[in-house]
């Protein structure tokens, strides 16, 4: 069950130590050295911490083995951890991935590559959206039928327990990276159907070719370019995180072509 997160684990240096965590009220920050990582903060602290004290000089591995917590707030933690050693440009750069960070590029250029930027692929498809994603709907309305699933469903949505019947369904799913904390990613990937496009969205999605052995097609996440920019922006716990990296949308291919 556990071996996609060894995987990911494995493939941390011994020697990094942790510097600094925020745990933010939306995302949080880890940083060792000029590693920074983030993910979306998730609540849930019923099992004890490992680190009740934090991980500041606590060693980078040894952190990111949290993300296989039942203690989602750890978990949290870890695949920060994860996300500072994989989700960087110089880790890029071994692929053949170059990753601009001039501080004038725009947000809208920063976000070119997010993968809902051209809905009309989806035109007449079944599309899962695992997980809220901000104007989504309105982008493929009229354009496909939609079906929202949420752990916390609002109006209109379905319960994630609806995953077992809706997703074999389905042609093509988005799913929040979140999915990695609450360890339903492994499920999710043996629902979808055979063919079916499966992309891992989100700030704490890992890119790492270790999740394309699993049944992922794509992976859309967030490189932080900017580490000061980003630990203060969650500290602070306003908006604008994203101004801080770059956003990064990446295919089995890429990586192969790297």
Known sequence: MWELYDRLIAGIPEDLIVDEYIP?????????????????????????????????GQPLKKVAEQAKSWNMEEATMGMAAINAWYNNK?????????????????????????????????????VALIGHFRNVEKKLEGLSD????????????????????????????????MTLINKTLKRLLELKKDGAQFTLMGPTSTLSPVLFDYGVDSIASFV?????????????????????GMMVDLTREDFIAG
Do not use: W
């Not at 601009?100 to 976000?111: L, P, Q, T």
């Not at 609002?154 to 389905?170: N, R």
């Not at 932080?224 to 995180?241: A, K, Y």
């Open 24 to 56: 933010g009220r939306h995302f949080s920050c880890l940083r060792s050295g000029e590693l920074c990582g983030v993910a979306h903060f998730t609540k849930g602290a019923s099992r004890p911490a490992v680190f009740p004290d934090g991980p500041v």
């Open 146 to 177: 939609l079906y929202i699933l949420e752990r916390n469903p609002g109006e209109g949505d379905y319960p994630d327990c609806a995953c077992e019947y809706l997703l074999p369904e389905m042609d093509v799913v988005y799913s929040t990276g």
């Open 224 to 244: 932080v370019t900017d580490p000061e920019f980003v630990r203060d922006v969650i500290s602070r716990e306003c908006g604008g995180m994203f101004s801080g």
């Open 90 to 126: 110089e880790r890029l750069k071994a692929y053949g991935i170059e990753i601009a960070d001039e501080k004038n590029i725009s947000i809208e250029e920063r976000k070119k590559k997010n993968p809902m930027n051209d809905p009309e692929q989806l035109r007449d498809k079944k």
